[in-house]
C-alpha cells in the first residue's frame, strides 16, 4: 500500500555544495583558466585519475576518475593541473565561516559540502525566508573569495533531499524540496542521481520493478524492507525519501589510513616497502594528531590483474609510533605478492584515546618511545611537515604526497 | 599538456598596496630579476600556507595574458615570484 505520509514540516536544512569544487577554485585562482576545460589530478603522470573537472572539461566527457590519457583525447586543450590542498583548505575554511554566521549548527561533509541546520538558529534567523539566507551565502562567497565562486544551494525538511536539492541546477542553482514540491523535483531525476544510489542498489531496486525515484518514493516500507534492502536500511530509505531526518548520525573514527598508486610498475620490492614506510609514518601522525593509539594494522595490495590481496594483525599492547606502525606494517607486507602491484595501503584500526592504562613489562621503554614520538611530532609542527622523519623514506616525498581527502574532514 | 607552469624560485621587488577589502595587501606592480616589470590587473586568490609556524602568502594573479605566483614570507617580508603559468594559446 502507498503511503503519502511526507514530511510537511518547514523546510530548515540548507546543503551547500561547490560543484567541480578544486577546479573552480583554480579557475578563481587563475582567471586565464577561466571557460577553459581544466581537470585537477594528484600526481603529474599519465596513469593518474582525474580527482575535478571543471564545467568545461565535464561538457566533453571528462569525469572524475578518468585516466589522464583517456581526458586527454577526449577533451581538446585540456588544462591539467596538479591539486593544491593549501588553497582549497582555504576556501574551505572561508565557505565554513560564512555559513557559521546563521547557526551554530553547521557539519562540513567534506571538502566541498556543508550543511546547516536552521532547526536550532536564533529566531531572528529562523524568521528570515531562507532561500533570502541562501542567496547571501552564494553572495558571500563570491565577495569573500572571488567572482567565478559559484555554488549549488538546497533547502529542505531533512539532509538527503537538502543535498538532491542542491544538485537539480548546477552549477549556481537554489532549489527548495518541500512536501509540495517533492514529487515533481524527483521527476527529473533517474535513480543513479540519488545520493546513495549507485550501481549495486539500482540493481536492487530494478529487480522488484523499481525504475525511477518516483517509484522508489511510491515503494511501501515492507517491500523496501524485506525484498529491496533486506535489512532496516528499507525503512531508513521510505522515510529519508519523505523528508524526514535519518542522516543526521556522527560515526566515531575507527581507522586512520593511507594509500597510494606507485608511479612505476618496476619497482623493487624494496622500493615498494620505502614507500609502504612513508605511508606508515603520515597514517602515525594523522592518527596522534587526534589523540588516538591503534591496536591494530591493516595492509593491502592492489595488482595490475585487479586481485586484491590483504592482512591484519592486533596487537596486545595498543601502539602508537611510526615505528611501532611500520614494523607491523612491513611483517605483514612480507607476505604480499611481489610481482605486479599497483597500490598499496596501510589503515590502523581499533583506536584507542590516549595512553594505555594497562601495566606493561615494557612500561618505561612505552614511554620513553612515545617522549620521543612526540618530540618528532612537536618539530614537525614547528619547522614543517617532514622535517624529521626515517632515513628509509628518504626520497619518497616528492612521490608520497600529502593529499586531500575527499568525504571526510578530519584532517582539514 | 602539463608545461603550462613553469616553477621558478626568483626574488623579486614589489609595489604593494595595504587598505581594506578582500585583500587587505594588493600587490600591484612587481620587477622581476630580469628588470622586466609586470603590472597585475587582477588578484584570483590569495590564501595562506605554513613552512612549519611560518606563514607564507600566495597571491595568484595575473597581467591579463599570464597568470603569476607570488609568496609574500611573512617572517622575512620578502617576496618571491613561484610559478608563471603560461601558453594558454598553444593548447
Given at each position: 500500500m502507498i503511503r503519502y505520509d511526507y514530511n510537511n514540516e518547514r523546510p530548515m536544512i540548507m546543503h551547500i555544495d561547490l560543484n567541480s569544487c578544486f577546479a573552480t577554485i583554480e579557475q578563481q585562482a587563475r582567471?586565464?583558466?577561466?571557460g577553459r576545460p581544466v581537470a585537477i589530478a594528484n600526481r603529474r603522470s599519465e596513469h593518474t585519475c582525474i580527482v575535478t573537472a571543471s564545467y568545461e572539461a565535464k561538457k566533453h566527457g571528462a569525469s572524475v576518475g578518468m585516466k589522464l590519457s583517456e581526458a586527454r583525447k577526449l577533451v581538446p586543450g585540456l588544462i591539467i593541473l596538479e591539486s593544491d590542498p593549501p588553497k582549497y583548505r582555504y576556501v574551505y575554511r572561508r565557505l565554513m565561516a560564512i555559513m557559521k554566521r546563521y547557526s551554530?549548527?553547521?557539519?562540513?561533509?567534506?571538502?566541498?559540502e556543508g550543511i546547516i541546520d536552521f532547526n536550532q538558529a536564533t529566531d531572528t534567523i529562523q524568521r528570515r525566508d531562507l532561500r533570502d539566507v541562501g542567496q547571501e551565502i552564494k553572495q558571500s562567497l563570491i565577495d569573500e573569495v572571488g567572482k567565478a565562486m559559484i555554488c549549488n544551494v538546497g533547502i529542505a525538511p531533512n539532509r538527503f533531499l537538502a543535498k538532491t536539492a542542491a544538485s537539480l541546477n548546477k552549477p549556481d542553482g537554489l532549489d527548495v524540496i518541500d512536501h509540495t514540491s517533492l514529487r515533481s523535483a524527483l521527476l527529473s531525476l533517474q535513480l543513479r542521481d540519488l545520493t546513495g544510489i549507485a550501481k549495486h542498489n539500482e540493481r536492487r531496486l530494478n529487480a522488484v520493478g523499481i525504475y525511477t525515484p518516483i517509484e522508489f518514493l511510491d515503494a511501501d516500507s515492507d517491500t523496501l524492507t524485506?525484498?529491496?534492502?533486506?535489512?532496516?536500511l528499507g525503512t531508513q530509505w521510505h522515510r529519508r525519501l519523505r523528508?524526514?531526518?535519518?542522516?543526521d548520525v556522527v560515526y566515531d573514527m575507527k581507522t586512520v589510513g593511507r594509500q597510494y598508486v606507485l608511479e612505476s610498475q618496476n619497482l623493487s620490492k624494496e622500493d615498494i616497502l620505502r614507500r609502504l614506510h612513508h605511508l606508515c609514518e603520515s597514517v602515525g601522525y594523522r592518527m596522534r594528531s587526534k589523540g588516538r593509539a591503534a591496536r591494530g594494522v591493516y595492509v593491502y595490495v592492489r595488482t595490475y590483474n585487479h586481485d586484491y590481496w590483504h592482512r591484519r594483525q592486533m596487537s596486545p599492547l595498543p601502539f602508537y609510533s611510526n615505528q611501532a606502525i611500520y614494523a607491523q606494517a612491513a611483517m605483514l607486507f612480507a607476505q604480499a605478492p611481489i610481482t605486479g602491484i599497483r597500490e598499496i595501503g596501510v589503515s590502523c584500526y581499533q583506536l584507542e584515546t590516549g595512553a594505555s592504562d594497562q601495566l606493561s613489562l615494557f612500561g618505561d621503554q612505552l614511554a620513553r618511545e612515545r617522549q620521543i614520538t612526540d618530540a618528532i611530532d612537536e618539530i614537525n609542527k614547528r619547522f614543517g611537515e617532514r622535517t624529521v622523519h626515517a632515513a628509509h623514506t628518504v626520497g619518497t616525498d616528492t612521490l608520497v604526497r600529502q593529499k586531500v581527502p575527499f568525504g571526510s574532514t578530519r584532517y582539514l | 599538456m602539463m608545461d603550462d607552469e613553469l616553477f621558478l624560485n626568483e626574488r623579486i621587488e614589489v609595489v604593494a598596496v595595504f587598505g581594506e577589502g578582500l585583500n587587505l595587501c594588493r600587490p600591484v606592480k612587481f620587477r622581476r630579476p630580469n628588470g622586466r616589470e609586470v603590472v597585475i590587473v587582477e588578484i584570483g586568490l590569495r590564501h595562506p600556507t605554513n613552512a612549519g609556524l611560518r606563514t607564507m602568502h600566495v597571491f595568484e594573479v595575473t597581467d591579463g595574458g599570464t597568470d603569476y605566483r607570488l609568496e609574500l614570507d611573512?617572517?622575512?617580508l620578502t617576496w618571491h615570484l613561484t610559478r608563471e603559468m603560461d601558453h594558454y594559446d598553444s593548447l
Open positions: 582567471p586565464m583558466l577561466r551554530a549548527h553547521i557539519t562540513m561533509k567534506s571538502i566541498d524485506r525484498m529491496v534492502f533486506k535489512s532496516v523528508g524526514w531526518e535519518v542522516d | 611573512t617572517e622575512r
